[in-house]
């Protein structure tokens, strides 16, 4: 489900016609459960027509940020998790003949923070209290539409 919400067509497309050098804001909600809200917050620019393969594709690019918003009810295991400080850029090509993004290079940057519930068993101490682990992350990502049925 997250691959297909990400990877729909018309998620990312300007609400007009664009020419190159054009720009417009694209937001995004992706579900997570149980872990909360992926929130995308981008904004794209046409930079013109490119052969993509062998394919005549939009090229577009873009960057914004990514968070979370925590769910609606907690995870069963008691866990949470934050993204802080969330950028991503990237640049897609959009086949307009087939209607849909064929290609995705992305780089993301972000802090993932993780809090784990207190361990119930532990009376006093450390162990008692809920423990937090920060991981900054730096990931590029590749999303290629490998055929068409």
């Known amino acids: 489900g ?11 497309m300007p609400p007009t016609a664009v020419s190159p ?4 804001p694209a937001q995004m909600e992706v579900s997570m459960n149980p872990l909360g809200t992926l929130v995308l917050d981008y904004t794209f620019t046409f930079q ?15 960057q914004g940020s990514v968070k979370t918003k ?6 069963a295991m008691g866990m949470s998790m934050d993204i802080k400080d969330g950028n991503t850029s990237g640049v897609s090509w959009f086949d307009p003949e087939l209607g849909i993004t064929i290609d995705t290079d992305m780089n993301q940057d972000m ?33 290629k539409l490998d055929s068409v049925k």
């Open 48 to 62: 013109g027509w490119e052969k993509h393969g062998a394919r005549e594709c939009a090229r577009l690019e873009f």
């Open 70 to 75: 925590p769910g609606a009810t907690p995870n």
């Open 111 to 143: 802090k993932l923070v993780m809090t784990l519930p207190k361990n119930p068993r532990i009376k006093q101490g450390p162990g008692s209290q809920p423990q937090t682990i920060t991981s900054q992350m730096t990931q590029t990502l590749r999303i």
């Open 2 to 12: 997250y691959f297909k919400q990400m990877m729909s067509s018309s998620r990312f």
């Open 21 to 24: 050098g054009d720009s417009w």
